[in-house]
C-alpha cells in the first residue's frame, strides 16, 4: 500500500517512470496533510486556558478533521487503483467485434470510476477547508501559519484532484454524467477558492 510506505519511497515512486502513482495520490495526499495540520492546530489549542471558550468547537472539529484525514489518506491508493483498472480495460482483447464492444464498455466503466475518486478528493478538501479556516480564526495563534499551510495544501489538493477529473471526463462519452460532474466539479472549485482566500486573509491579518 501506498499510504504505508516511508515518505522517501512514495516519492520515488513518484519521481519513477510507472505513471502511477502520479498526481491524483500526490493530491489526495496533500489534502490529508492538510487535514493532519487542522488537527494538530486543534491539539494545541484543546486544554489552554487562553482558548477555554473554544474548547468544545476545537474538539468537535478535531474529530471531524482526524477522520478526513483518515478518508483522504485511503484515497491515495484508491486512486492509483482505479488507473490501474483503466489500464487492466485498455488491455482487454480486441479481436472481434464483440471483445471490442466489452473492451470499449469496460474502458469507460472505469475511467468513470477514476474520475469520482479525485471528485471525492475535492469534496474532502472543501470539507477540510471549512475546518481549517475556523482554526484559523479561533484556534491557537501561535499555529496560525500551520493552519495557513493546511490552507495552501488543501487548496492545491482541490486544484490537482480537479485536473485528474478533467482529464477523465474529456474521454467519457456518458454526456450525462460529464455534464453532472463538471458542474460539480465546478462548485467545489469555486467555494474552495472562497474558502481558502478567506483563511489567507485571516493568516496575513494575524502576521502583518
Known amino acids: ?14 519521481a519513477s517512470d510507472s505513471p502511477a502513482p502520479g498526481g491524483g495520490s500526490v493530491s489526495a495526499l496533500a489534502a490529508a496533510l ?9 491539539r ?3 486544554g489552554k486556558k487562553k482558548y477555554e471558550d ?24 484508491q486512486d492509483t ?3 490501474n483498472g ?8 480486441r479481436g472481434t467485434d464483440e471483445e471490442k464492444q466489452k473492451r470499449s464498455e469496460a474502458i469507460q466503466d472505469a475511467t468513470k470510476e477514476a474520475t469520482l475518486i479525485p471528485l471525492e478528493v475535492m469534496k474532502l478538501s472543501e470539507k477540510a477547508l471549512v475546518l481549517a479556516k475556523e482554526v484559523a480564526e479561533e484556534g491557537n495563534v501561535n499555529s496560525i501559519s500551520d493552519a495557513g499551510v ?11 484532484a480537479a485536473l485528474n477529473v478533467r482529464i477523465n471526463l474529456a474521454t467519457l462519452k456518458d454526456g450525462v454524467f460529464v455534464g453532472e460532474t463538471k ?15 478567506g483563511l489567507r486573509k485571516r493568516v496575513e491579518s494575524v502576521l502583518g
Not at 500500500?1 to 513518484?14: E, G, P, Q, R, Y
Not at 473554544?54 to 485511503?74: K, W
Not at 483503466?86 to 482483447?93: C, D, E, H, L, Q
Open 44 to 46: 494545541l489549542t484543546i
Open 86 to 93: 483503466v489500464m487492466r480495460a485498455f488491455g482487454m482483447p
Open 183 to 197: 458542474a460539480l466539479t465546478d462548485a467545489v472549485a469555486t467555494n474552495v477558492e472562497v474558502l481558502a482566500d
Open 34 to 42: 492538510g487535514a493532519g495540520l487542522t488537527s494538530m492546530v486543534c
Open 150 to 160: 493546511a490552507g495552501l495544501m488543501l487548496k492545491a489538493a482541490c486544484e490537482g
Open 54 to 77: 473554544v474548547q468544545a468547537d476545537m474538539i468537535d472539529i478535531l474529530g471531524q478533521a482526524d477522520e478526513l484525514r483518515a478518508r483522504l489518506t485511503s484515497l491515495i491508493d
Open 1 to 14: 500500500m501506498l499510504a504505508l510506505k516511508t515518505i522517501s519511497d512514495f516519492i520515488d515512486n513518484v
Open 81 to 83: 487503483e482505479a488507473f
